[in-house]
Nanobody, 119 residues
Framework: QVHVVESGGGLVQPGGSLRLSCSASGITFSIYSMGWYRQVPGKQRELVALITRDGSPTYVDAVKGRFTISRDNANANNTVWLQMNSLEPEDTAVYYC???????????WGQGTQVTVSS
């Protein structure tokens, strides 16, 4: 059974930092691309950052230079992180972790963690 679990969300002031964690079990973690997405009420879920199975990151323009995605494939940690710095109120959303394998297509989501940036 596959489990994808996010943690680390919370309330932070503008300019502050948070580190989100995502652990994935029940999959061969090292062959999955991992992504962080976010969603606000009334809007579609959007990609924030993606890291390929070999560790190459991609970021949307809105978070470049502020967010860093990383992963640990070793020692069965099966964890991906999203370090978020210089947070802005516009970053407020529910953040979701995604594990994706393309061929065959396999897609797993976590339950989400709330990030609120407010003074």
């Amino acid at each position: 059974q596959v489990h994808v679990v996010e943690s680390g969300g919370g309330l932070v002031q503008p300019g502050g930092s948070l580190r989100l964690s995502c652990s994935a079990s029940g999959i061969t973690f090292s062959i999955y691309s991992m992504g962080w997405y976010r969603q606000v009420p009334g809007k579609q879920r959007e990609l924030v950052a993606l890291i390929t199975r070999d560790g190459s990151p991609t970021y949307v323009d809105a978070v470049k230079g502020r967010f860093t995605i990383s992963r640990d494939n070793a020692n069965a940690n099966n964890t991906v992180w999203l370090q978020m710095n210089s947070l802005e109120p516009e970053d407020t959303a529910v953040y979701y972790c995604n594990a994706r394998h393309l061929a065959p297509l396999l897609d797993f989501w976590g339950q989400g963690t709330q990030v609120t940036v407010s003074s």
